[in-house]
């Protein structure tokens, strides 16, 4: 059974970081793109970054660009969001999902329509 699960997060102050973790069973990571949302209180879910393997581009909506970087781990079938600089907006529950195309990253990394196979959800709350 294909199965995302996402942990790492937790309370941290503006301008600190966090490496969120989804580790992937069912199915191995290192075939098929894989992409981070998050969602905040009140507000639809957006896509924040994705990381094909199609051509091993990666994409970043413009908010998160030079902040937050996508990485994998192949051998633990797991890729992680590393997150610097946090600010407030950045808060709400991160969710790792596989894009709906498998092997490359959609045009519009920030349409929640765009993915599936969703995780759980790790929450991020950054506030002093």
């Known amino acids: 059974q294909l199965q995302l699960v996402e942990s790492g997060g937790g309370l941290v102050q503006p301008g600190g970081s966090l490496n969120l973790s989804c580790t992937a069973s069912?199915?191995?990571?290192?075939?098929?793109?894989i992409g981070w949302l998050r969602q905040a209180p009140g507000k639809e879910r957006e896509g924040v970054a994705c990381d094909s393997v199609s051509d091993g581009s990666t994409h970043y909506i413009d908010s998160v660009k030079g902040r937050f970087t996508i990485s994998r781990d192949n051998a633990k079938n797991t890729v992680f969001l590393q997150m610097n600089s946090l600010k407030p907006e950045d808060a709400g529950v991160y969710y790792c999902?596989?894009?709906?195309?498998?092997?490359?990253?959609?045009?519009?990394?920030?349409?929640?329509?765009?993915?599936?196979?969703w995780g759980q959800g790790t929450q991020v709350t950054v506030s002093s």
């Open positions: 999902a596989s894009p709906r195309s498998k092997y490359f990253c959609s045009a519009d990394v920030s349409s929640p329509h765009n993915y599936e196979y």
């Open positions: 069912g199915f191995a990571l290192d075939y098929y793109a």
